[in-house]
């Protein structure tokens, strides 16, 4: 275990490694200055001049990447020309609420997912199995912007029920988990189906049958740990397309979370934090991928004591 | 082994789905036939329709303004899907975005599938470490989120339609150049390669007449696969104000610009919508048959 | 079960009787199993022999209830166990028996096995699910069964996965599970055919060690003649799902009255050589969704005749021989007296 650990860690450093270097070779390949990329607009001669000194952009590629390096393990983001103060302490004020609002989603996704998913694969090729079907294929291609919007259409301007935007109380939290959640919960139970049917007539299934066990027992931990294995790795990578769904949802329901921070940012050219922005969510998600590799090895002995 | 009873108790009995009642007889051809038509019916709309309907990008007329679906305009002609916020015709805006949205689809899968080939076949081919780096690579970009990626980039090139193809180009080259090193491998293997290597072929000719073709069914499965996703990736991108330029009438681009008059005009922000889904969704399907049809291997890539 | 013990001691155990099992594939229903009767006493090992798709292994899924669904069903016949017939019991009950009164041992020990949980948990299991054991019991139970089957250093082991043991380990786990509960009738589905050829007699020598301690009666699916020369008391010939010959083992072996055994026979030079496999006769194995009409052997049939393409010969007994000797056969006795080796 303890190499199997070593070695996701070293991949996930390396990961991270490569998107802050993707980040520093974007930054010099775009045409126009860096330092006055960063700064914005209004900024002064004096200080562009102070930050390209800072970042060394009279130096050669390699003095300007370490020095890019350095900053980048301090956190060092730089100021926000919008708000004066620490860019990466500005993106981190906004963690806690994107936190809530996708620990949220994830939730749903997994309580709501993993039930149907089974139900459909106990019951394949059954009504109930095509409605779950037909449901989780359209919810998945769904533009999500689009299905916020109809939300709020539906349930904020129509129905009067729920708060259209912002933050608040629970009820704030509703439309925007549910919107996150659904292509997310849509990719979970076609995952959760099509796995539990693949093993469901493995050898150890009917080995589980002729011990006498309960069909409770054979589908729960027997079958379904199975069919596990690989629903993790893809929740996983479909991290990925969560994060990318928040900074939209958090747009479209205007939660003051770390995406709306990053349009923002962006659309006022406020550089330094859209850095710290993309970083962050960048580390994040690499740290799930982490997480979930390691309940993969603890899922599957197999991986976990390949050496 | 050919053993019958296991055989039989194998999956293929009817606890897997059989062959959806389609009338066809190869699998899926219904799917393919439907998510085909309705397919085929957008790019003829986004071929023909802004001739048939004119959309005029800075016309406005104010007596039109957010007029409902259905509505007389002051000309006199028919607003089917109603008016936008400026009077311009939504469906004008919808062809105009259909047409938008296809053309962005089909440049960047050709451009992130000339850059993923090439990657594809220069790994499979020449092997050893440039194997190594180039899909060490690919596994590193497959695992991070490329709608980040496509943020980053969009927001310092700034929109514009090109720099939208450039962006969802370089998040969608993986899959074909994992597609081309795939097909790479198995054909290099095979006696005819073998026997024109023998025969002292160059490697130009060896991978322009045995490996290329072999490339070529694969990518296009996938290419359909995308497609949905990238159109998908482009309005995404377009409604964060990333994407085409807001002086664009692609589907993204409309609803954004919808979301300020939610309480006045539903029609702006909801109808480019369903356009989009509709045809995302009928790209996924027909994805998804083709690829079940002629290579359910690709599946894992 | 409801019912007693029977006092008598030469009452089957088992009773199979008129046993059909359809498959439903893509390709249409096939009959798997086709009018199957049998009976197994307490403590004898009954050997079902046959080719891939004769239905052996189809016979004892249904015995055990685990047939595949949805594709398997029986849709004939009785399996009167201890009295009661399991096909009209209900589910729960006859669960309760797997295990702990019937077991099986499978094939492939690999596949068998579940990959993701300790062997310990695996065999502890059984204490655990039918026995109420504690977690600490039935580890402790299971440490002392990987002992009994011979695995080494048990207690080190009994946390390690399927996949860190070799196959004749893996397949002794197997045994330890299937034999937890001391069961009264263990199947043994070609218990060593996936097993290297060095250690196929050993754990077939372990298999039959503990059925003799044990008392227990045993099914034996096997297509390794040697395998049933060695250990089984009486067999079962199947063809493309039917009964064509049964009898005791030295009696089917010497005087075998059915063209397929006969064929079988002759193709290894000793009885009491070495395991070797059947060598197929001549033609290819019967396609069960097609299959000749009359008796469906016919086709590869050296003594075929005209009544045997129009009739499906019963499984009756052979006159000439004493005992239980019964083939399928319109030209048993002709088949049992011919010395030319034809097949």
Redesign the interface.
Known sequence: MGAYVARRLFFSI??LW??VS??FL??RL?PGDPAL?LLGPDANPSQIAALRERMGLDEPMLVQYAIYMRDVVQLDFGTSFRFGTDAMQHVLDHVPNSAQLALTSVGLALVIGFPLGIIAALK??SVVDRIISVFS??T????N??VG??F??VFA?GLQILP?YGQGTWQHLVLPSITLALPFLAILVRLTRSGL??V?????V?????????ER?VIF??AL??AL?PVVTVIG?Q???L??GA??VE??FAWPGVGRV??ES??HRD?GV?QAA?LL??AI?VFT?LVVDLLYGY????VR?AG | MSDVVSDLTRPTAPATPPPRKTGGKRPGSGRIRFSATVVSIYVFAALFGPWLVRYDAVATSTPDRLLPPGSRLSDGSLAIFGTDDVGRDLLAQILQGARISIAVGVATLLLAGIIGVTIGVSAGYFGGWLDGVLMRLADIQLTFPSILLAIFIAALLGPSVVNVVIVLAISNWVTFARVARAQVLSTKGRDFVDATRTLGARTWHLIRRCILPACIAPILVVATVEIGSVILAEASLSFLGLGTPTSTPSWGVTISNGRNYLSDAWWISTIPGIALAVLVVSFGILGDALRDRFDPKLKNL | MSTPTPPDEDAPLLSVRDLRVEFGTRAGVVTAVDGVSFDVRPGETLAILGESGSGKSVTSQAIMGILPKPAGRVVGGRIVYRGADLLTRPPAEVRKLRGTEMSMVFQDPLSSLNPVFRVGYQIGEMFRRHRGYSRSEAREAAIELMERVGIPAARQRVDDFPHQFSGGMRQRIMIAIALALDPTLLIADEPTTALDVTVQAQVMKLLTRLQREEGMAMILITHDLGVVASSADRVLMMYAGRVVETGDIREVYEYASHPYTKGLMASIPELDGRSDRLTPIKGSPPDLLDLPPGCSFHPRCPYARDVCVQDDPDLLHVESRPGTHRAACHFREEVLTDDRERV
């Open positions: 390396f990961v490569g998107a993707v980040i974007v930054l775009v990329i394949a090729n294929l359209a998945q291609s769904l533009p912007f689009w919007i109809v709020i259409l301007r259209s049917l693949e469901i007539h493995e050898g150890y009917q080995t589980a049958r002729a011990k006498g066990l309960r027992v931990p027997h740990r199975n294995i990578l991290f990925g397309a994060l990318g900074v939209i747009t479209v990053l349009i962006i659309s550089y859209v993309i969510i960048a998600f991928n899922l599957d002995p197999r004591l």
